[in-house]
């Protein structure tokens, strides 16, 4: 049975860990990422899984020796933001170019300089041609469900990649909100026992792990990579399957909400999905067709079926919590991307949100959704990318 | 499990890093490597840091590695292997390992990949006590990328990004004692060792591999390329380096030094020096008072050895 709780996000990511338990985990602390490592190495302190912990002296070291435990043959996790993702960022694409299943809950924080410690999606963002599944999460629920998910999805045989599962700092890791846990043999059996694939400790048939390959076979290591990445959506869909059946909870690879006859529609990552849904319904109750899709897996990036969910609309305002200086927001470019290939496509705006924690308000949502509905009517976006909440 | 160690016994043991690698004519490092892998019976893991040993030895299908070996990045060989370690003590804990085999665990790196970008990684895998074996095989610079100055590189010598100029006349810093400092971490066994002392070298590994914990080896590795000497020499040049104090033989086993090779005669350092195109310029005039401070810094740091070295 399905247990009523109330926790923050850090814990459920924790709680979802301890379930797992996997068998090594790195620990390095980082705001706002560090309170759910400590309550995992809490867990271990007090024998309620059998992990070993390594507790690194660097974000860079953790992914390094997660590395070498993945390779060595068991399930690893660790957990980071910010900073700590950008440090490891050398060894991101390591891991996945060594294809090694490694789990980690990124709590979504804003890069330096200057110095902020509150949520945007930078640091993933920063991170997503590093060959890294990516799942996001709107809320302490999702963020649990997603990191349960994501064992079965990275270690799947066709898949075999690492995955992270993003959940915004502060507003989701810090916030105690009302959720589900499942029961730990539900977890255990959903996710099964690791499945070894090419372990470095088989000592009577020694692997070689890391070569050096250069121009002859290096372009085709890098295709194969790419390769595996298109099947990873159908094996997300898979895994939701499965696990809607063991909590009654339905995920996909984005989810829609009032969107399937909607004129205007807003695309957002994570927690301010919530908020937006909110300001839908108000629009909806005024008449205006408005409506919304917020991407679960951002790598790889469904194209083609997020074009299909947005093409009937008239106007799309895509909104980044994550800038890219001297370009459009990472979101915007991979949705702007998808609908190109569309034959009857919306018009399409961006607009910069809550960057560094700044508060994502409901009469943001009310002054996108507005200007989508003039876009819509006119034909015409006036500035592709803007600034909203920003303090003139 | 110790292998007896002569070289009849050794000489019939299967290589576990064999020919075939790519490492440059008469390099020093693979003497090193070989020695090391020799000495034991262990089934044992290798990490190998980003560096000349690595990209030699195990390209695209090819590789010289007998045993289970990776290679991540530049700066984490010891962060890489403390991850292989711990799976292989949480496998063993939850019954998924063979609980009767025991595995030993090697890291090699550069002096670069050492001393520099992966002295951090380096000093938390010895503070955190994972049982592995660090063996930095030091060349003097980072002669992978050819030639450029690391903080192992002698006072003095002349690299490509502390050239000789009409100027500046190479380094002019002294090295960084890395064995020292290895040391001060309090770890059960730090030792320094070199190719031309074989059985010395061959005894180091052996010992390390009995005692339980972090262990750090420092093994002067000659490179012809930026030694700039000739290519049969990287014996007789470690030798020298030896018996001119300027790479004593000395290990720490719990805090207790000694010094395991003392030179019959203590020779000048400029008899390791004049042999190497990079102390070429050390030799005119106008630099002698560097060749001299060499000499000083030499002195002093075999002084202080000796004084702080147990005698038998």
Same mark, same amino acid.
């Given at each position: 049975?399905?247990?009523?709780?109330?926790?923050?996000?850090?814990?459920?990511?924790?709680?979802?860990?301890?379930?797992?338990?996997?068998?090594?985990?790195?620990?390095?602390?980082?705001?706002?990422?560090?309170?759910?490592?400590?309550?995992?190495?809490?867990?271990?302190?007090?024998?309620?899984?059998?992990?070993?912990?390594?507790?690194?002296?660097?974000?860079?070291?953790?992914?390094?020796?997660?590395?070498?435990?993945?390779?060595?043959?068991?399930?690893?996790?660790?957990?980071?933001?910010?900073?700590?993702?950008?440090?490891?960022?050398?060894?991101?694409?390591?891991?996945?170019?060594?294809?090694?299943?490694?789990?980690?809950?990124?709590?979504?924080?804003?890069?330096?300089?200057?110095?902020?410690?509150?949520?945007?999606?930078?640091?993933?963002?920063?991170?997503?041609?590093?060959?890294?599944?990516?799942?996001?999460?709107?809320?302490?629920?999702?963020?649990?469900?997603?990191?349960?998910?994501?064992?079965?999805?990275?270690?799947?045989?066709?898949?075999?990649?690492?995955?992270?599962?993003?959940?915004?700092?502060?507003?989701?890791?810090?916030?105690?909100?009302?959720?589900?846990?499942?029961?730990?043999?539900?977890? #255990? /059996?959903?996710?099964?026992? %690791? &499945?070894?694939?090419?372990?470095?400790?088989? @000592?009577? !048939? *020694?692997?070689?792990?890391? +070569?050096?390959?250069?121009?002859?076979?290096?372009?085709?290591?890098?295709?194969?990579?790419?390769?595996?990445?298109?099947?990873?959506?159908?094996?997300?869909?898979?895994?939701?399957?499965?696990?809607?059946?063991?909590?009654?909870?339905?995920?996909?690879?984005?989810?829609?909400?009032?969107?399937?006859?909607?004129?205007?529609?807003?695309?957002?990552?994570?927690?301010?999905?919530?908020?937006? #849904? /909110?300001?839908?319904?108000? %629009? &909806?109750?005024?008449?205006?067709?408005?409506? @919304?899709? !917020? *991407?679960?897996?951002?790598? +790889?990036?469904?194209?083609?079926?997020?074009?299909?969910?947005?093409?009937?609309?008239?106007?799309?305002?895509?909104?980044?919590?994550?800038?890219?200086?001297?370009?459009?927001?990472?979101?915007?470019?991979?949705?702007?991307?998808?609908?190109?290939?569309?034959?009857?496509?919306?018009?399409?705006?961006?607009?910069?949100?809550?960057?560094?924690?700044?508060?994502?308000?409901?009469?943001?949502?009310?002054?996108?959704?507005?200007?989508?509905?003039?876009?819509?009517?006119?034909?015409?976006?006036?500035?592709?990318?803007?600034?909203?909440?920003?303090?003139? | 499990?110790?292998?007896?160690?002569?070289?009849?016994?050794?000489?019939?043991?299967?290589?576990?890093?064999?020919?075939?690698?790519?490492?440059?004519?008469?390099?020093?490092?693979?003497?090193?490597?070989?020695?090391?892998?020799?000495?034991?019976?262990?089934?044992?893991?290798?990490?190998?840091?980003?560096?000349?040993?690595?990209?030699?030895?195990?390209?695209?299908?090819?590789?010289?590695?007998?045993?289970?070996?990776?290679?991540?990045?530049?700066?984490?060989?010891?962060?890489?292997?403390?991850?292989?370690?711990?799976?292989?003590?949480?496998?063993?804990?939850?019954?998924?390992?063979?609980?009767?085999?025991?595995?030993?665990?090697?890291?090699?790196?550069?002096?670069?990949?050492?001393?520099?970008?992966?002295?951090?990684?380096?000093?938390?895998?010895?503070?955190?006590?994972?049982?592995?074996?660090?063996?930095?095989?030091?060349?003097?610079?980072?002669?992978?990328?050819?030639?450029?100055?690391?903080?192992?590189?002698?006072?003095?010598?002349?690299?490509?990004?502390?050239?000789?100029?009409?100027?500046?006349?190479?380094?002019?810093?002294?090295?960084?004692?890395?064995?020292?400092?290895?040391?001060?971490?309090?770890?059960?066994?730090?030792?320094?060792?070199?190719?031309?002392?074989?059985?010395?070298?061959?005894?180091?590994?052996?010992?390390?591999?009995?005692?339980?914990?972090?262990?750090?080896?420092?093994?002067?590795?000659?490179?012809?390329?930026?030694?700039?000497?000739?290519?049969?020499?990287?014996?007789?040049?470690?030798?020298?380096?030896?018996?001119?104090?300027?790479?004593?033989?000395?290990?720490?086993?719990?805090?207790?030094?000694?010094?395991?090779?003392?030179?019959?005669?203590?020779?000048?350092?400029?008899?390791?020096?004049?042999?190497?195109?990079?102390?070429?310029?050390?030799?005119?005039?106008?630099?002698?008072?560097?060749?001299?401070?060499?000499?000083?810094?030499?002195?002093?740091?075999?002084?202080?050895?000796?004084?702080?070295?147990?005698?038998?």
């Amino acid at each position: 049975m399905a247990k009523v709780v109330a926790v923050t996000g850090n814990e459920a990511c924790a709680n979802a860990l301890r379930q797992v338990n996997p068998d090594v985990c790195g620990i390095y602390p980082i705001t706002p990422q560090t309170d759910m490592m400590q309550r995992f190495a809490s867990f271990i302190a007090d024998g309620k899984v059998d992990t070993e912990s390594i507790l690194v002296e660097s974000e860079h070291s953790s992914m390094s020796a997660c590395i070498g435990a993945a390779a060595a043959g068991g399930r690893v996790v660790t957990a980071t933001s910010s900073q700590g993702l950008a440090l490891m960022w050398e060894m991101l694409h390591i891991a996945s170019g060594d294809r090694l299943p490694i789990i980690m809950p990124v709590v979504n924080r804003a890069l330096s300089a200057p110095l902020n410690i509150h949520g945007d999606h930078s640091d993933a963002m920063g991170a997503r041609d590093t060959g890294w599944i990516q799942l996001w999460s709107e809320n302490a629920q999702e963020a649990y469900d997603n990191t349960i998910q994501a064992f079965r999805v990275a270690e799947h045989m066709d898949i075999r990649l690492p995955a992270m599962v993003c959940l915004d700092g502060f507003i989701i890791s810090h916030s105690i909100e009302r959720m589900e846990y499942l029961e730990d043999q539900q977890v #255990k /059996d959903f996710v099964g026992p %690791f &499945r070894n694939f090419l372990p470095l400790l088989d @000592l009577d !048939k *020694p692997k070689s792990y890391g +070569p050096l390959i250069l121009t002859d076979l290096y372009h085709e290591c890098k295709r194969a990579q790419h390769e595996v990445m298109t099947k990873v959506a159908d094996v997300v869909l898979e895994v939701a399957k499965d696990f809607e059946k063991l909590s009654g909870r339905k995920y996909g690879i984005f989810e829609t909400y009032r969107l399937e006859d909607a004129d205007i529609a807003i695309v957002i990552l994570n927690s301010a999905a919530g908020t937006t #849904k /909110d300001v839908i319904d108000e %629009f &909806r109750d005024k008449g205006i067709r408005a409506g @919304l899709l !917020k *991407p679960r897996l951002f790598r +790889p990036f469904p194209y083609t079926e997020i074009a299909d969910a947005l093409r009937h609309t008239r106007a799309v305002c895509v909104m980044d919590r994550a800038d890219s200086f001297g370009g459009y927001g990472p979101l915007f470019m991979e949705v702007s991307s998808a609908l190109y290939q569309a034959e009857k496509r919306p018009l399409l705006m961006n607009k910069i949100y809550g960057l560094g924690g700044r508060d994502y308000l409901p009469s943001h949502a009310a002054q996108v959704l507005t200007e989508l509905t003039t876009v819509a009517e006119s034909g015409k976006v006036s500035t592709i990318k803007e600034y909203i909440g920003v303090r003139e | 499990m110790a292998t007896p160690l002569t070289l009849k016994e050794l000489s019939k043991k299967e290589d576990r890093f064999t020919h075939g690698h790519r490492m440059c004519s008469g390099c020093g490092a693979p003497i090193v490597v070989k020695i090391a892998m020799m000495a034991t019976e262990y089934p044992v893991v290798v990490s190998n840091a980003t560096g000349c040993l690595e990209v030699s030895s195990c390209i695209s299908e090819f590789t010289a590695w007998n045993v289970p070996w990776i290679h991540t990045a530049f700066e984490n060989a010891a962060a890489t292997l403390s991850g292989v370690e711990t799976m292989y003590r949480s496998l063993k804990k939850q019954g998924r390992f063979d609980k009767d085999k025991e595995v030993k665990f090697i890291a090699f790196g550069g002096d670069g990949g050492t001393y520099d970008i992966g002295f951090q990684s380096l000093s938390g895998a010895m503070e955190r006590g994972h049982d592995m074996i660090y063996i930095c095989y030091d060349n003097g610079a980072y002669m992978n990328t050819g030639i450029q100055r690391s903080s192992a590189t002698p006072l003095g010598a002349d690299t490509t990004t502390c050239p000789a100029g009409s100027v500046i006349p190479g380094k002019l810093r002294a090295r960084k004692n890395l064995t020292k400092i290895m040391a001060a971490h309090d770890i059960p066994y730090v030792a320094q060792a070199s190719p031309s002392h074989w059985l010395d070298l061959a005894k180091k590994i052996q010992k390390a591999h009995e005692i339980k914990g972090p262990k750090f080896i420092n093994v002067i590795a000659p490179c012809n390329r930026g030694w700039r000497s000739k290519t049969n020499d990287a014996i007789q040049l470690s030798r020298l380096a030896v018996n001119t104090c300027y790479w004593p033989l000395y290990e720490i086993e719990n805090g207790v030094t000694r010094i395991t090779v003392t030179p019959k005669e203590k020779i000048s350092v400029a008899e390791f020096m004049k042999p190497q195109g990079r102390f070429k310029h050390l030799f005119s005039p106008e630099n002698e008072g560097l060749l001299q401070r060499v000499q000083d810094e030499v002195d002093r740091e075999w002084a202080k050895l000796q004084k702080e070295a147990k005698t038998d």
